[in-house]
């Protein structure tokens, strides 16, 4: 079965940084793509990046281009959202989960869906 438990989430000032934790339970294999979404109040849930198995390729929102990097390491099943330049939009809680590199959708398999982290971007 697939579990994630993201970490990480904190109060943070605009223009601050944050890196969030995706770990994967053991049973994860990990040819799956990884991808962090996030919901805001009153919000969908929006995919914003995505990385496939190999780590070689990724994907972003137009909202994070350029600001967040995600990466993975499979040493350790765990995937990584570095987010940079942090706006107060940028306020939600984040999850992650599988993912599809092209559309930044959840896997239409995937509802596994973990209790999330939150980020709150405020001064």
């Known amino acids: 079965q697939l579990q994630f438990v993201e970490s990480g989430g904190d109060l943070v000032q605009p223009g601050g940084s944050l890196r969030l934790s995706c770990a994967a339970s053991k049973f994860t294999p990990a040819i799956y793509t990884i991808g962090w979404f996030r919901q805001a109040p009153g919000k969908e849930r929006e995919g914003i990046s995505c990385i496939n198995d190999s780590g070689r390729r990724t994907n972003y929102a137009d909202s994070v281009k350029g600001r967040f990097t995600t990466s993975r390491d499979h040493a350790k099943n765990t995937a990584y959202l570095q987010m940079n330049s942090l706006k107060a939009e940028d306020t939600a809680v984040y999850y992650c989960?599988?993912?599809?590199?092209?559309?930044?959708?959840?896997?239409?398999?995937?509802?596994?869906w973990g209790q999330g982290t939150q980020v709150t971007v405020s001064s």
């Open positions: 989960g599988v993912c599809v590199l092209t559309t930044l959708t959840a896997a239409r398999a995937f509802d596994s």
